[in-house]
């Protein structure tokens, strides 16, 4: 065990999935020709004024709910001053003093499968930056102001998580919640979803926090954990050899795997923040609030209690499923056409997501609908295809969504299961081979096999095996 404690703290960004701007009626889609959503509003022109987006209100408060947070009652904007050349008005509107919602929790599972409660110091709403283009090999940076002005939520926790493993918990848990809200898509590769991290370390035991280092840059979930993990122990190499941790903002290189030094304290900025003189206080009437806690849907956790408790699922599988809301969704519509949710589980677990990732696709791009799935899985347990033959089946139907038993039949793949066929290959075998049906009387079981495996040649594979090794039972006088 290391003697020192890894303490950290989380900033995830996460952009509103609105039809429009946060302050402004500009378009929010993304890939559009760049600076083709933009107007005097996001662009900052003297004498624009902001309106508030009530959609991304809304889904503001939506979110501080289903993290357990307290709505403040009177809610402000503030200016957020800074110069950067994605920000054409040299401010951000954003939420200072008076967040829309403070103190909130989320619990997640740590190693030894206990649970831990992350506090969540605040969430408020803010308007996103534009996006510099840097082109390799030029001399000048581009700037698109698309991305200016659509509606940012901050999500900030307290510094309570422990290590990179329970920073990846903590966020792949939030980003279920936040899919199960359908606030956003949180798309990283998109810039719909990131995250900042704010690291230090200090001798185990100690209360007083070490050095703080934030971390930027990071795309993936996978990234923000090997970046907490490089932090950590360059950190502690520094303490070791009885340096000094710098306070300054460090950014991750995914190529080299490695953190690097943006800027330090000294050249930090201060913000001067001050109320934004265009958008009047107002207060959050408590029955919106109502509405609000009244229409959040079933959030994962309270989903992955029912599927375990009505499904009979293990905890682990519902948790497969659980994970998006798309997955359990398409679970669910399965569940009402077929009884074996288990093996409806399998499959999903199995088959389905092999698909989707191998084609890197959502579930919803898949052109198997769930009634195609359910009435596969009835074609199997009615012997009309074999195991494999339904994996074929699925294969194909994944690919164009035709009707299952329609692939069935234009293949050939239909299973044998008429017992008089089966019987009188059966006998044919046993004439054929009785060498073998002689070893089996003698107790060598695994003839039997043998004499399987001769009735699905005959049959071209066809055969039902099952059928096939219950009826060789019988005539051999085997149990």
Not at 144 to 167: C, F, H, Q
Not at 419 to 431: F, G, Q
Request: contains cysteine; aromatic residues 8%; glycine residues 6%.
């Amino acid at each position: 065990m290391s003697a020192y404690e890894t303490v950290i703290g989380l900033e995830v960004h996460l952009q509103l999935a609105t039809n429009t701007k946060a302050f402004c009626g500009c378009s929010t889609k993304f890939g559009a020709e760049p600076n083709s959503h933009a107007c005097p509003v996001c662009l900052g022109f003297p004498g624009s004024l902001p309106v508030l987006n009530e959609q991304a209100f809304l889904f503001s408060v939506k979110v501080a709910l289903a993290l357990d947070c307290k709505i403040q009652g009177l809610v402000k904007f503030d200016r957020k001053n800074y110069y950067y050349p994605d920000l054409p008005k040299n401010f951000q509107i954003s939420q200072y003093d008076m967040p829309l919602s403070y103190n909130g929790s989320l619990e997640i599972t740590v190693k030894d499968k206990t649970r831990k409660r992350i506090r969540i110091k605040r969430v408020h709403l803010e308007e996103d930056a534009g996006k510099l283009i840097h082109p390799e090999g030029k001399p000048y940076s581009l700037v698109d102001y698309n991305r200016s002005g659509i509606p940012l939520l901050e999500i900030v926790t307290e510094p309570d998580i422990n290590s990179p493993d329970e920073a990846y918990e903590y966020l792949t848990k939030l980003k279920s919640i936040l899919e199960y809200l359908r606030v956003s898509d949180c798309d990283m590769e998109k810039g719909s979803l990131r995250c900042d991290a704010n690291i230090s370390i200090r001798p185990r035991g100690a209360n007083k926090l070490g050095t703080k280092v934030e971390l930027k840059n990071m795309n993936t979930f996978k990234g923000v954990r090997s970046a907490l993990e490089y932090e950590a122990k360059r950190q502690e190499s520094i303490l070791e050899d009885k340096g000094e941790i710098a306070q300054e903002t460090r950014l991750w290189n995914a190529e080299k795997q490695i953190t690097t030094s943006m800027r330090t304290k000294e050249e930090a900025q201060d913000y001067r923040y001050f109320p934004e003189p265009d958008l009047v206080p107002f207060v959050v009437d408590k029955d919106l609030i109502r509405q609000a806690r009244e229409s959040l849907p079933e959030l994962p956790e309270a989903k992955l209690n029912r599927f375990v408790k009505d499904f009979g699922l293990s905890e682990y599988d519902a948790g497969v499923l659980i994970s998006q809301i798309d997955i359990a969704d398409y679970f669910e519509e399965c569940a009402k056409g077929y009884p074996n949710r288990k093996t409806i589980s399998n499959w999903i677990t199995g088959e389905v997501m092999a698909v989707l990732n191998d084609k890197f696709i959502g579930i919803k791009d898949l052109k198997l609908l769930p009634r195609g799935l359910t009435e596969l899985l009835k074609m199997i347990d009615e012997g009309a295809v074999s195991g494999k033959m339904a994996k074929a089946i699925f294969a194909e139907a994944a690919e164009t969504g035709a009707d299952p038993k329609e692939i069935a039949e234009k293949r050939g793949l239909s299973q044998i299961s008429d017992r008089k066929l089966i019987e009188e290959m059966a006998e044919r075998v046993i004439k054929r081979e009785m060498k073998t049906v002689n070893d089996y009387r003698a107790g060598k079981s695994n003839a039997l096999a043998f004499l399987i495996g001769q009735i699905m040649k005959e049959s071209r594979g066809k055969a039902n095996p099952a059928l096939a090794s219950e009826i060789l039972k019988s005539k051999l006088g085997g149990g």
